[in-house]
């Protein structure tokens, strides 16, 4: 049996009028999933590691390989909404400290089993992002069929430079853009 444990993934900044359009789009043709406001902490940690808060759960997640990487191993454990603020301790009790906030509204759907996002966050922008898990095997193929439908959208694929350098930015000042 396959571990379907990695994270595909291709994403684009998009313009306030392409975040519009596209959430009238998938609402058409797409299932709704949810829409929900997250707060995510960023921790100085060799790996990406992270916690988060949403209107319905917290959770604690790992996400191993680089930042911005097309596809990564992902380990993710729920708690309630209500323990965020003990996540946030016990990292800070092992020492790790925040090095970002994020404040972001999310909208997600389920596009023919494949999960997008429409994001806004405080500070960064609007973005799109299609996401896809899958196994070790069929990773590549499942990148490719990520472009093209992001590609069908009509969308560019942002370069990983672009968000780099802007996750950079933002780290740097996310104090005073948020």
Request: aromatic letters at 14%.
């Given at each position: 049996?396959k ?6 993934e ?12 596209l ?26 590691l ?15 390989g ?17 323990d ?18 994020w404040?972001r ?29 899958s196994?070790?095997?069929d ?10 439908l ?26 005073t853009?948020?």
């Amino acid at each position: 049996m396959k571990m379907v444990d990695i994270e595909v993934e291709i994403r684009s900044f998009i313009s306030e009028e392409n975040y519009i359009e596209l959430l009238d789009y998938f609402k058409t043709n797409a299932k709704f999933i949810n829409k929900e406001y997250q707060e995510t902490y960023y921790f100085d940690s060799e790996q990406d590691l992270r916690i988060q808060k949403s209107n319905n759960y917290s959770k604690v997640w790992l996400k191993k390989g680089k930042l911005h990487d097309d596809h990564r191993e992902e380990i993710e454990i729920k708690v309630p909404v209500n323990d965020f603020d003990n996540l946030n301790n016990l990292f800070l009790a092992l020492n790790y400290n925040v090095n970002i906030k994020w404040f972001r509204t999310r909208h997600t759907f389920d596009w023919n089993n494949i999960s997008v996002m429409i994001d806004y966050t405080k500070g960064y922008g609007y973005i799109i992002e299609l996401e896809k898990m899958s196994s070790e095997l069929d990773k590549l193929n499942d990148l490719e069929l990520l472009k093209n439908l992001l590609n069908s959208l009509n969308i560019k694929e942002t370069p990983k430079e672009d968000f780099n350098k802007k996750y950079e930015f933002y780290k740097t000042n996310w104090k005073t853009l948020v």
